[in-house]
Structure formats: C-alpha cells, structure tokens
C-alpha cells in the first residue's frame, strides 16, 4: 500500500483507492473503530417483520410517504432482515392511539408528533413544538448534538418506548381565515383548529381552539364549525385544497415554528434486534428526520407561487403587536406547564438555555443573512 501523504491521499480519494483500514489506521487514538461499541455483533439470517402504525392518513403526503421510504430503506440496507409494514392511520390503529399501540406492543413502531400525546406526557410537547420556541435547525441541534435526547429518552422509558426524530415541517404557516385579523381582538369568538400548547394561547387570547383530525378540516372550514384552521405551509396546505374556502393565508406560524415528527420504538422490539439492524433503523430514522424537512422546503416555494399567482390568495402577516400578546400568553403558558412536575421543569430549563444560546448565535449569523443579505 502507497505511503500516507497529503498528495496520495488527495490522488487516493479522488480516485476511491484508499482502503478504509488505512484511513482508520492513520486517524490515530481516536479513530471511529476504537469508539464503536463492545463486542462481537453476529449477523445471522433470522429475519424480522414490524408493523409501523401512523398518525398520518394513508399514503399521505410528506408524512406518510416518508413513513413509506424509511421503511423500504430500513429493507434495502438489511437486506430484507428487517421487514416493516405501513399502516396508515386507521388502518391498524386509530391515529391517535400509534403511543398506546406501540407501548402494548400491538405495533413494534410508529409515527407522530410528541405533542399528540400532551394529555399523557405534557412535556412531551416539548419535542413536538412551542409557540415561539426553536425552528428546525435548532431543535435537531437540541434533540440531536445538545442533550434533548437524552432527556427524550428518559421522558419516554417509562412507557417502554425509544423516540427519536422523524421529520420537521419547518417554520409553517399562522393559517387560513375569512376575516382580518388585525388586533388580538379579532381572535375573540373565533373557532379556530390549533393543537398542542398554540391552541392554549389562544384560547387565552379569547379564541376558541378546535382539535379536528386533518380529514375533517376541509369540511368543517366550508360547513362553518370551524371559522378557521392552521395546518402546515403551502405545500400541504394546496393539497388540503384551503385556498377554495378561505380568503386570508397569514403569516407566520407562530405556533409552529419547527415541529419535530417523531419515531416511536417498542424498547423490548427494538432490543431483539441484533447490533447491526438496531443501527440500520437509527440510520433510515436520520434519513427520514432530514427527508422530510427537505421535502417541505423544496416542495413549498413551489405552491407558495402557485398560491399567488394562479389561485391569487391575498397573504397576510400577523402585526407585531399581535404577536408580541401572544408571545406573552405563550410565556405564561410554558411557565406554567414547567411547574407542573419536576421533570418538566428540568426539560423546561435545559430547552430553554439551549434556544438562547442558539438564538443569541442566530442574530449573529441567519438572521443578519436573511434580512441584509438575502434578497
Ligand atoms: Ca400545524
């Protein structure tokens, strides 16, 4: 084998030649190999099925097919050793039992948002999204490089289950409306789907917030049991067809402003599996996390056009004062799901230590860059 130098390893690289061995060899005392974990991992042939159960209707998109392509890369990269099924919502379980299928074990794994369990776990809602709180770069780097795993974990092995990430949508959209909203009193009256801790303000800002399932919201908006809904962004939005029913598309999803999707795993299911394919759906789980976020954002800029300029949707911005009371309930609210118990508190407190040192680092990079630089 040629000797390491920068030259051969650039002519090396380049042409693929060099072997994985010499690069660990030549990384010195903390090479990937010495941090891997203890023991021998015996692959053998014995094959796996798992029923994954999910929140989302059936072949949904975004959600639901990446639900579909983490599966079918979980297959591929076990070479079929590890064979997970699909069940849209409903199809297995209703939509909102995917925690309690998953606990029991009725299903091995399942897909959601942590803040669909809020009645069970209210920290929970903590992984999902706070009005206000991190976007999508900021709460993978939380959860993923800055301890919110950790206490994810924790939070969930009670219920004998693993989180981790599956997906974000981005900042979303504030919603759609058939009236102005131009003071906090608008809000007085109106009915209003919003779910998780966005529903309780505004509730505290006089509205009354509706929890309805997707499936119900287009029907509800043009039969008037709703006077108006959030859902995601424009992508998504299109596709639920709101812009036939509603006259104002608001900015900015105050509410949501990078909601973390999550995968569930039954602890016992997912300790059976050999080394190797436990790695695999960790693997196929990150994939999905960042397939998904990159999704929304390519699929968005697309049919916030479309939204413009064929279906001609007048688009609104909250005002800051608006959103300064709401920022304000929102404040009140977390404080007071934080003193709720005392593990919510230490979630709590370790969100927001990361949130500020993140947006402190924020003002000084994205932020500048979106608004001096970035036309
Ligand atoms: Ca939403």
Redesign the pocket.
């Known amino acids: 084998m040629a000797k390491l130098t920068r030259k051969n390893f650039l002519k090396g690289a380049a042409l693929g030649t060099i072997s994985l061995p010499f690069l660990i060899r030549g990384c010195g005392p903390t090479n990937i190999a010495q941090n891997t974990s203890s023991g021998p991992n015996i692959i053998t042939d014995k094959k796996f099925q798992w029923k994954l159960v999910t929140t989302w209707p059936p072949n949904f998109p975004v959600l639901g097919e990446g639900c579909t392509y983490f599966a079918n890369w979980v297959r591929e990269m076990s070479g079929g050793r590890l064979d997970i099924k699909v069940f849209g919502g409903g199809e297995l379980v209703p939509p909102l039992e995917v925690f309690d299928a998953v606990r029991t074990g009725a299903a091995d794994i399942g897909s959601g948002a942590a803040y669909y369990w809020a009645g069970k776990i209210p920290s929970a809602q903590f992984f999902a999204?706070v009005p206000f709180g991190m976007n999508a770069q900021q709460l993978n780097a939380w959860i993923d490089n800055g301890g919110g795993l950790q206490l994810w974990e924790a939070l969930y092995a009670d219920y004998g289950l693993v989180p981790m990430s599956g997906g974000n949508?981005g900042v979303?959209?504030g919603?759609w409306f058939n009236r102005e909203i131009n003071s906090l009193s608008d809000f007085k009256g109106l009915k209003m789907r919003?779910?998780?801790l966005?529903g309780k303000v505004l509730k505290r800002a006089g509205g009354s917030p509706v929890l309805l399932a997707g499936s119900e919201l287009y029907t509800g908006l043009e039969k008037g049991t709703i006077d108006a809904t959030?859902?995601?962004g424009p992508y998504h939005d299109y596709k639920m067809g709101f812009h036939q029913i509603a006259k104002y598309y608001y900015s900015p999803?105050w509410?949501?402003a990078g909601?973390a999707l999550e995968i569930i795993i039954n602890k016992n299911k997912m300790e059976e599996l050999p080394k190797d394919l436990q790695a695999i759906v960790r693997t196929a789980a990150a994939r999905m996390n960042l397939w998904t976020l990159s999704e929304f954002e390519a699929k968005n800029g697309i049919y916030l056009d479309k939204l413009i300029n064929e279906e001609k949707v007048d688009i609104r911005k909250f005002n800051p004062e608006i959103l300064n009371q709401l920022r304000t309930y929102t404040e009140e609210i977390t404080e007071e799901l934080a003193s709720q118990d005392a593990f919510s508190r230490k979630v709590y407190d370790a969100y927001q230590k990361f949130r500020q040192q993140a947006t402190n680092w924020s003002k000084l990079s994205e932020k500048v860059y979106y608004n001096d630089l970035q036309i």
């Open positions: 999204s949508t979303q959209m919603g919003m779910p998780g966005g959030e859902w995601i999803g509410h949501e909601t």
